[in-house]
Every structure is written in C-alpha cells, then in structure tokens.
C-alpha cells in the first residue's frame, strides 16, 4: 500500500492533525463547515505515508466501533420486558410492545458502529467517493498482510455501504470508444486483467468494427479516475472480423475487470452483463447467442492437491493390500480411468518418473516451465484426463452448494450455462499455471437466463451443455458430486 500518485509529491501532514479532522468529520454536527473538514482529512489522508495511513485505519476500525457495553445494556433491558411479558399473561400488552419498540430502536441504533458517519458523510461529499473507495483498498493491503478483526469488520462495513452506493440504478452504463478521453483509454489499457493490451494501437484494434466495449461509469467519480467494470464484446479476437457486423449472430464476452481495488467483492459485473445482452439485442436483432471464453483460474491448484493426495492413499493402500489394514481404501477416489493410468505408466522414465500414475501426472504438472505443454506424445497422453477432471472440477466440485470455481460461480449466478471446454486454449504462463491452458464457454441464452439463475441460486443446479456432461457421466454412476464446506 503505498500513497496514490497524485498525491507522491505533496508534503506528509502531521499524522494528529489528520487524526483530528478525521475526529472533527465524525462527531460534527456543524453542517456549515463540514464541507471543509471532509476536505481537509480527505487531502491529509492522501498525503500520509504507508505507515501513517496503517496507523490511522487501525485507530479509526478500534476507537470508533460500536459501544459495546451500551449494546450489553439494551440486550439485558430486552430480556427483562420479556420475562415481564411471561409474567403478566398477557396483560398491559400495548405497554409491553411499546418497551420493545423502544429498547428495538435504541438497539438499532447502537449497533451502528461510529465510522457510519465518516462512510455517509464522505459518500454525500464531491469527491468522497473515490475517497472511499481508496479507502478501502488500502484496508484490503493491511488485511493481506495481517489478519485484525476489527479491521475485517470495517471492511465488511464499508465493503456492504459501497455495493448501495454503486448500485446499478446509480451507475450509468457508457459504450468506450476511440474518442473517448485520453485518461480513460489509458486506465483500460493499464488493468485490463485477462488479455493484456499491449499499447493503444492494439486498444484502438480492439474498438473497432466487430468489438464492443461498455463501463460503467460514477458521475460522482471524475472520468479520469473512475472505477468502472469493463467489459469487450466482439465477434471474435482476430485483427479482422471474418464476417460483416450485419451478418453476425454470436457475440463473444472475452474479459471483464475493474480499475478499483477499493471495489474488490462487490459484484457489478452481473449488472453489466445482463444490461449489455439487453443493449447490444436492441441494437443487433440478429445477434441470437451470447458466450464468454473464460479462464478457470482453480482448476489445477484443486487437481494438483487431489493428486498429491489421492497418489499417497494409492501408495499406502498398495502396501495394505497383504494385510488385513485397509484404512486408506475408504478414501480412495477413482482420480484415474484405467487407460488412462496405464498411458502414464506406460511413458518412459526418460520423460517422468512416479510409482503410479496419478503421481506422474502431478510431476509432470509441476515441471519446471510448463514443459509437458511443448511435446506433442505428452499433450495426447494428458487431453483426455485433463479435459474430464476439468469437466468434473467445474460441475461436481462445490463450495457451500455452489460452484467451486470463482468464474464459474460468476458466470452460472448471472444464468449461463457451461457450453464447451477448450482444450489448449490459453498457453500463456497463467493460462497454463491456473488451468493447464484451458478455458470454458458460458453462454448466455436469453429465453434461459431467468430460470438458470434461480434454478442455481436455489438449489445450486448446475446446466451444462451435453457435450460437457459426458466428460463426467461414467463416474455420475459409482461417484456423487462433492460439496466443499468451508
């Protein structure tokens, strides 16, 4: 965490006075002055250096939470009209639910930490916004360093007030083109996430004929340092589109992302998508079919512990298999089809070493630079296993009911289905790190979105074209679907 840009060559002010404005800012009931004692703080935070803005958080998620021996007291005045309710037997009840609206009220109030009116005050402040949300982001450095309660739940508080602020009635939806500001190219060159934009030639290319690219923009925010989720829609991502615009009937979703850390978790990209589809359907009738070519950024962190897992049991169950200690056989998972072990086996040495074939498998994951990706009889061996354990990771492995994977989890919430896996499709250095170069389509039919996205909300259904459903059927018979809990 580090002070903005904007603010590096600024003098660092007195680290009490900007605690004291941030004092002033909370407890003032001077309406005419407050602009200026937001404006104040604001400018002081920004000008603190690392330790100082550390120092400052920390003081404003301890000293100004709630009153908890306030909130005892109101808990214990509760209790007590209620045992007065059991012992009247009904009797004075007007004055009984009067005592409980009023403790009820007092409790509402008391359980609202302190920084509630930094957050409401900032938020109705010119300007406050971006505050906020650097705000926020320099909490999220903190937390990723050292796990504090109290700051944990200053972000939650905040986290919760910017996703009412950023609702998406108070968002307006911006279509991104050539001629928009400089400073707004330049920021989606800089954090586009999934394919990186080389320079603004290669932006320019991107907004051309056959590509889209929609934000959502803040009016409160200036355009220069917005926050907006990005989002590319095009035909497809080669320099030149290989049919008319006119004659297109699929767009492709190929990366979303955002320029503000501060708004990490909050989900706005379900918005956008859901107001693209409808956009771009008014503009283009012919366009029938909406996708995404998505990474699945768990996959092999996922597959490589279940087989450094799954190969141990095999070992141990392999050395049991004499005796009457069958403990390990009871977790055993069929990770492995028999072809496919005996394919793995069947490789010399030469190229990888390991007593069974899930353990060749993870070795062979785990080399250095990714080299199984570059030699052909390597590439046939691993398609057939990786394409079916990826299948499985994304329709069986679960967490809390829901997709286990954080882009699936997006993308099947907002009603997509899972269409197709694509094999070898990103062999970057992440692209084969995450997901042994793998991707996935989602797509996104409007006549199913609705009934996809409750049916996943309720009952965690997952839909998926049958293309996708084979890779997993066989084992649909002897082996049910995970549910991670955690």
């Not at 639910?97 to 010119?126: C, D, Q, T, V, W």
């Not at 771009?280 to 996959?299: C, E, N, Q, Y």
């Not at 899972?418 to 990103?426: G, L, S, V």
């Given at each position: 965490m580090q002070p903005s840009s904007d603010n590096a060559n600024k003098p660092q002010r007195d680290f009490e006075h900007v605690r004291d404005s941030m004092h002033s800012?909370?407890?003032?009931?001077k309406t005419e002055v407050i602009d200026t004692v937001l404006n104040d703080f604001s400018e002081g935070y920004f000008s603190l250096c690392y330790e100082n803005r550390?120092?400052?958080l920390l003081v404003l998620a301890k000293e100004y939470d709630l009153n908890r021996t306030q909130v005892c007291e109101l808990i214990k005045q509760y209790l007590g009209v209620l045992g007065e309710e059991a012992q009247s037997a009904g009797h004075e009840e007007d004055g009984v639910?009067?005592?409980?609206?009023?403790?009820?009220?007092?409790?509402?109030?008391?359980?609202?930490?302190?920084?509630?009116?930094?957050?409401?005050?900032?938020?109705?402040?010119?300007?406050?916004?971006?505050v906020l949300t650097s705000l926020r982001a320099d909490i999220l450095s903190i937390l990723a360093e050292e796990n504090i309660a109290s700051l944990r739940a200053l972000d939650s508080y905040l986290k919760e007030k910017l996703g009412t602020w950023l609702s998406p009635a108070a968002l307006e939806l911006h279509q991104i083109t050539w001629d928009d500001p400089a400073s707004l190219l330049e920021k989606i060159v800089a954090y586009e996430a999934v394919h990186p934009i080389s320079n603004l030639l290669d932006l320019k290319r991107r907004l051309g004929v056959g590509r889209r690219c929609f934000g959502y923009l803040h009016a409160a925010i200036p355009v220069e340092?917005?926050?907006?989720?990005?989002?590319?829609?095009?035909?497809?991502?080669?320099?030149?589109?290989?049919?008319?615009?006119?004659?297109?009937?699929?767009?492709?979703?190929?990366?979303?992302?955002?320029?503000?850390?501060?708004?990490?978790?909050?989900?706005?990209?379900k918005f956008l998508i859901k107001r693209v589809i409808t956009l771009?359907?008014?503009?283009?009738?012919?366009?029938?079919?909406?996708?995404?070519?998505?990474?699945?950024?768990?996959?092999i962190q996922w597959l490589l512990s279940k087989?450094?897992?799954q190969s141990k049991l095999a070992e141990v169950n392999d050395i049991s298999q004499s005796s009457a200690d069958r403990s390990g056989s009871a977790f055993r998972e069929n990770i492995l089809e028999p072809e496919e072990e005996k394919a793995l086996m069947d490789l010399s040495e030469e190229f990888v070493a390991g007593k069974n074939g899930m353990e060749r498998m993870l070795n062979l994951l785990t080399s250095k630079n990714h080299e199984w990706s570059n030699f052909a009889p390597l590439l046939s061996i691993l398609?057939?296993?990786?394409?079916?354990?990826?299948?499985?990771?994304?329709?069986?492995?679960?967490?809390?009911?829901?997709?286990?994977?954080?882009?699936?989890?997006?993308?099947?919430?907002?009603?997509?289905?899972?269409?197709?896996?694509?094999?070898?499709?990103?062999?970057s250095e992440n692209g084969l790190h995450q997901s042994a170069g793998i991707?996935?389509?989602y797509v996104y039919r409007l006549e199913n979105i609705e009934e996809y996205a409750q049916s996943y909300f309720s009952t965690g259904q997952i839909h998926a074209s049958d293309d996708v459903c084979r890779y997993v059927e066989p084992l649909n018979e002897h082996q049910p679907a995970t549910d991670k809990r955690g």
């Open positions: 800012a909370i407890s003032m009931n550390r120092r400052l639910l009067g005592s409980f609206y009023r403790i009820e009220r007092n409790l509402r109030h008391a359980l609202k930490p302190m920084y509630e009116g930094l957050f409401e005050r900032l938020n109705m402040h010119p300007g406050g916004l971006k340092t917005s926050d907006y989720l990005w989002l590319n829609f095009q035909e497809v991502l080669w320099d030149d589109p290989p049919i008319p615009e006119c004659e297109a009937t699929c767009a492709l979703f190929y990366s979303i992302s955002s320029t503000q850390r501060g708004l990490a978790g909050i989900n706005l990209g771009v359907k008014r503009d283009m009738p012919h366009i029938s079919t909406f996708a995404t070519i998505s990474p699945i950024p768990g996959f087989l450094a897992s398609k057939t296993p990786l394409l079916r354990l990826c299948a499985r990771y994304l329709l069986q492995e679960k967490k809390r009911g829901k997709a286990l994977d954080s882009v699936a989890n997006f993308h099947l919430q907002n009603g997509a289905m899972i269409e197709r896996i694509n094999w070898m499709a990103d062999r991707m996935v389509n």
